[in-house]
């Protein structure tokens, strides 16, 4: 357990419902980071916090995407219509600015029917 | 931009002997290199890391070399055990300060 926790772990959604996933960081890490991993490949990186601020969004994956950090603490990442292609573990991982490593959470399984 | 390869997809190893994870990089301007073992359900998990100024870095049973002439990874596992099947990921770090990462290895301990 590295201290990251994601909720919902696994997410089962019919086509064209919106989901959200929520993760909440280690507590003193204020960058925080969103991964989408699909089945056989690496973690693909989506989207980079630093405190509250989103630094980083360019690689969302669509305008359906969307992620949040109001407080600097915890963050939620969105996905509006969801289909079938957006299937996959979305990790969270965070860092402290200082320290180079990320750790991960467990992540959140999609499956979209 | 950044791409992170492996050699190979799958390896096998017997318990006790020791294990060789290899990764490739292609960003030759990378200042920051890190290895993860996935087990199957789970997310990622922290093995070791090695800036680019280090050609080794060793940590418990773990050992990781950088050749940056030729912009290669590994990633050395000293007397595999049967708790170290999993797949393993080498990834960089990219200009967000994110990590790119590569397919993954998965290794597999035979008692």
């Known amino acids: 357990d590295t201290g990251v926790s994601q909720d919902p772990r696994h997410k089962i959604t019919k086509r064209g419902q919106n989901v959200t996933f929520r993760c909440d960081p280690i507590?003193?890490?204020?960058?925080l980071y969103w991964y989408r991993q699909t089945l056989g490949q690496g973690p693909e990186f989506l989207t980079y916090?630093?405190?509250?601020?989103?630094?980083?969004k360019s690689r969302l994956l669509s305008n359906r995407f969307s992620a949040e950090r109001p407080k600097g603490s915890f963050s939620t990442l969105e996905i509006q219509r969801t289909e079938q292609g957006d299937s996959a573990m979305y990790l969270c991982?965070?860092?402290?600015?200082?320290?180079?490593?990320?750790?991960f959470g467990p992540g959140t399984r999609l499956t979209v029917l | 931009g950044e791409s992170v390869g492996l050699h190979l997809p799958t390896l096998s190893v017997q318990e006790g002997d020791n294990s060789i994870i290899n990764c490739a990089y292609s960003?030759?301007?990378?200042?920051?290199f890190i290895w993860y073992k996935q087990e199957s359900g789970k997310g990622p998990q922290f093995i070791i890391d090695i800036r680019s100024n280090m050609d080794k870095r060793q940590g418990q049973r773990v050992t990781v070399l950088l050749n940056k002439t030729v912009k290669h990874l590994s990633l050395q596992i000293a007397a595999t055990q049967p708790g170290d099947s999993a797949v393993y990921f080498c990834?960089?770090?990219?200009?967000?300060?994110?990590?790119?990462f590569g397919t993954g290895t998965r290794l597999t301990v035979i008692p």
């Open positions: 960003n030759s301007a990378s200042d920051y």
């Open positions: 990834a960089e770090r990219g200009g967000a300060n994110n990590l790119f």
């Open positions: 507590s003193e890490h204020n960058r």
């Open positions: 916090f630093q405190n509250e601020a989103q630094l980083e």
């Open positions: 991982a965070s860092r402290k600015g200082d320290t180079d490593t990320q750790y």
